[in-house]
Every structure is written in structure tokens, then in C-alpha cells.
């Protein structure tokens, strides 16, 4: 009786630790699983940041060339001079060279139209894939007479 307790007792033995061993394997799982979830939500923090950072950007730089085209057609039509488009859409896209930005420069009817692009690059994102992100930005202006 003493070999069978014996046997029975070290069967017991192996059943325990084969538990701590699935134990084990299911918490590994869980922690990747909310390892990965972190760097997932942390990716959705920086990188949506930068490319709120972006958008705000390309629509700035948009804004600021409407403008800058505005500006140009105002003092020239104040003088009684036609308007030089040429002048105009130069003046915009200078604006945008200035500040890194790729876009283009329509002029119809008397309104100004600038669209912007730009894009940002990823951190964490780019773990999974995502190397960029794009961002745009539209500004219209009116040429009026003074």
C-alpha cells in the first residue's frame, strides 16, 4: 500500500504543475495581448496628434496664400490696373513654398481657391504598416473691388 500512495501521490504532483504551466501560457497571452492594445492606443495619441498638427498645417498655410493672393490683386486693382492673374497665383504660391506646403491655386470669377496636401510621418503607427498619414487643407478669398 505504501508504493501505491507513492504513485498516486506523484500523479497528483504532475497534475498541479501542469496547471501552473497553462496558468502561466494564459497570463503570456493576456499581457501580450494588453502590451499590444498600449502601443496601439498610444499610436492613436502621437500619431492622431500629428496629424491634427498637419491638417492644421496645410489648412493654415491654405489660409494665409488666399490671403496672400488677395492682397496682391487688391493693390493692383486699386490703382484702376486689370488684375494680373499671373501676379495673384504667384503671390500664393510663394506662400505655400515658404511653408513647406504642396498645393494648387485656382483663380475663377474672382475668387481665390488654394488646396493644400501635406502629410506627417508616423511613430507607432508604422509598427503595423502605417508610415504616413495625409492631411489637407482649402481656403477660398473674393477679389473685390475696393
Do not use: W, Y
Request: overall charge positive; aromatic content about 2%; glycine content about 12%.
Amino acid at each position: 500500500m505504501h508504493g501505491f500512495a507513492a504513485k498516486r501521490q506523484a500523479r497528483a504532483g504532475r497534475r498541479r504543475t501542469g496547471a501552473r504551466d497553462e496558468k502561466g501560457q494564459a497570463l503570456s497571452s493576456f499581457v501580450a495581448v494588453v502590451v499590444m492594445a498600449l502601443i496601439l492606443v498610444a499610436g492613436l495619441v502621437v500619431d492622431g496628434g500629428a496629424k491634427a498638427n498637419a491638417i492644421r498645417t496645410a489648412e493654415s498655410a491654405a489660409a494665409q496664400a488666399a490671403r496672400a493672393a488677395i492682397d496682391t490683386g487688391a493693390t493692383s486693382r486699386a490703382g484702376g490696373e486689370a488684375l494680373d492673374v499671373g501676379a495673384v497665383r504667384g503671390a500664393a504660391q510663394r506662400v505655400l513654398a515658404d511653408r513647406g506646403v504642396a498645393g494648387t491655386v485656382s483663380i475663377e470669377a474672382g475668387r481665390v481657391r488654394v488646396e493644400t496636401h501635406s502629410s506627417a510621418p508616423t511613430v507607432f503607427l508604422s509598427l503595423i504598416g502605417i508610415s504616413s498619414l495625409e492631411a489637407s487643407g482649402r481656403a477660398e478669398a473674393d477679389l473685390r473691388t475696393p
